[in-house]
């Protein structure tokens, strides 16, 4: 489980997270705005891998993150990514709001207040997709589970944003 918060610190939005474990009964904080959890199967390997996702803006720049958690000791061991996230220059201040983890197409999510879309592959951390689908602040998103995408909402009506046969598709 994890639990994001938001603190305004020295002109800037500070993230902190809560990872907890419930197999190991153990908690760790982690700086970061946002983050998620997902699966994807390895080359050769014979069960799914388990992967947290966060991301984090700091003063100097921004990240993503995928980290590999429980791990089996029969699946490959899945190396740490850390990648960095990018933001346009009338951006400045934006930082990530909201992350969903695509099951069915191994992508994330990444959403940011200023109503940036960021999509990655949840394997490689490479981005493939990346630009503005609001010029309102995000506030909250949602997997949709029937088109594998995500539904996002602000102060304007919710869009709904999903793949389609390799074609990014925005309504």
């Known amino acids: ?16 997270m ?11 904080a982690i700086e970061g705005h946002a983050a998620a959890f997902g699966t994807l ?6 069960a799914d891998t388990k992967v947290f996702t966060f991301s984090v803006r700091t003063a100097t720049g921004a990240k993503l993150h995928i980290v590999e958690v429980d791990h089996q000791a029969s699946n490959p061991v899945f190396p740490k990514k850390a990648v960095d996230v990018y933001f346009p220059t009338e951006a400045v201040n934006d930082f990530p709001v909201a992350m969903q983890v695509s099951q069915k197409y191994s992508i994330i999510y990444l959403v940011t207040k ?9 394997e490689s951390g490479t981005c493939i997709f990346m ?6 602040t995000i506030f909250i998103t949602a997997s949709d589970a029937e088109s594998a995408g995500i539904v996002v ?14 074609v990014t598709c925005a309504v």
């Open 153 to 166: 909402s602000s102060w304007v009506p919710v869009t709904d944003f999903w793949l389609m046969s390799h």
């Open 1 to 16: 489980m994890v639990v994001v918060g938001i603190t305004q610190q020295q002109g800037r939005v500070v993230g902190a």
């Open 114 to 122: 200023y109503g940036f879309i960021h999509l990655y592959d949840l």
């Open 41 to 46: 199967r390895l080359e050769g390997a014979p």
């Open 18 to 28: 809560q990872l907890y474990s419930r197999d190991r009964a153990i908690s760790q």
């Open 131 to 136: 630009n503005r689908i609001s010029s309102e």
